[in-house]
């Protein structure tokens, strides 16, 4: 994003076309008539091979501190998503000067979000469907949700608010239209799918439907208005979206790196009130990620666009924050995302809220681990569908 002077416009283009000579010349251009005040490069973790989306063209961009002087121009770097190795790479290849930088920042994991690792004990084979016992225990834990606000409200009540409104992240296509369509098979729930299959229009309608107010009266059925209103998406849903009432985000399998999982559990709860992040986990779910990410970036490496190495690690962090029984969730974010890291150089905002006094949880309750301990985590644990088990299986299959 570039702004030009107060009083003329805010020009918004791409990093591919900030590349290009003609670009080039025509910003020059503007910059030595004194129009160019800032330079502002939004999703700024993409110049980095380390990010999780990497771009070249965004690497291109160390074009703009070289050439616009006299006077330099200041340039903002904006993203979500930024581990300590990102954020060196943003300063070294933007060419930011350390000693005038300013930071600021956000806790990677967000007070108000309770997260929740939930240990499939079954697993379908087939991933365009939802296996059984998931769907079970999901839809059983919106039902409590339902049955917890009757109980402080009344029933009648509760029918005249809106739906919450929740995200489901799952990893295909099928998956989305599949599990939106079982979703919806309960009449307390609206759930639609969306994916990059759908036309554009059909999108931007499913999108601002969702984000709309909902009515509250019953339908022409004569059916009640429902509980939830949930977006079943892929990550193709995500980008632009601002809706500050999401009340759950569930990664239906594991996010494919730390970066994602981070960026899109933090669509819950923008509005400072209480969320929930959970992801389903499973070993089955974890080894078909592995392979993607193995065969995606085999695709990739030949053109020269992918880090596999990165993309793996970043996938690690995924799997150790799954897997851990041992330590506070928010904890373990605030580790992997090297919030403490920022919290020691010091930024321009207050560092995270610490515990209540008397407070034995290092997030207040607002996650499995602080809120079940070691020993109820190892419990569920337990129950996952083991390695033997998955073996067993695909040998039955031949």
């Known amino acids: 994003m570039l702004c030009g002077h107060p009083g003329t416009r ?12 003609h670009f080039r010349r025509q910003l020059l251009v503007v910059h030595k008539q004194g129009q160019l005040i800032r330079i502002a490069i939004d999703e700024a973790h993409c110049i980095s091979q380390w990010g999780h989306d990497f771009r070249p063209a965004y690497k291109e961009l160390s074009w703009l501190r070289k050439n616009l002087i006299n006077p330099p121009v200041p340039i903002t770097a904006v993203t979500a998503t930024a581990t300590p190795r990102v954020r060196s790479d943003i300063i ?32 379908a084979d087939d991933y365009s469907g939802a296996e059984d016992s998931q769907l079970s225990n999901i839809l059983k834990w919106l039902r409590a949700i339902r049955t917890r606000r009757e109980a402080r409200l009344g029933a009648e009540e509760v029918a005249q608010l809106p739906p919450l409104s929740g995200i489901v992240y799952v990893g295909t296509r099928a998956l989305a239209e599949h599990l939106a369509a079982r979703l919806s098979s309960d009449e307390t729930i609206s759930a639609v799918p969306y994916h990059a299959g759908l036309e554009a229009e059909n999108r931007s309608r499913i999108q601002e439907r969702w984000k709309a107010p909902h009515p509250v009266q019953p339908s022409a059925e004569g059916k009640k208005p429902p509980t939830f209103s949930i977006i079943v998406a892929t990550n193709a849903f995500g980008m632009g979206i601002d809706n500050p009432n999401v009340r759950f985000v569930v990664h239906w399998t594991p996010p494919s790196s730390f970066e994602s999982f981070v960026q899109e559990s933090g669509r819950a709860g923008r509005d400072g009130c209480a969320a929930a992040s959970i992801v389903y986990y499973g070993l089955p779910e974890r080894d078909r990620v592995q392979k993607f990410i193995y065969r995606d970036t085999e695709h990739h490496r030949r053109n020269g666009l992918e880090n596999r190495e990165a993309k793996l690690e970043s996938f690690g962090k995924v799997i150790r924050y799954c897997e851990s029984i041992t330590r506070c969730r928010h904890e373990l974010i605030k580790e992997f995302f090297g919030d403490f890291e920022l919290e020691e150089l010091g930024s321009q905002l207050p560092p995270s809220t610490p515990a209540p006094a008397g407070s034995t949880s290092p997030c207040d309750f607002a996650c499995d681990f602080c809120k079940e301990g070691r020993g109820g985590l190892s419990k569920r644990r337990s ?6 088990e998955m073996s067993l299986l695909y040998a039955d299959f031949g």
Not at 10 to 21: D, F, K, S, W
Not at 97 to 117: G, Q
Not at 383 to 388: F, L
């Open 10 to 21: 805010l020009l918004y283009v791409t990093p591919e076309l900030c590349a290009t000579e």
């Open 92 to 123: 070294d290849i933007l060419g930011l000067d350390v000693t005038r930088l300013k930071l600021f920042n956000t806790p990677s994991a967000r007070p108000n979000i309770h997260y929740e690792v939930r240990y499939l004990e079954d697993f």
């Open 383 to 388: 129950k996952m569908a083991s390695e033997t």
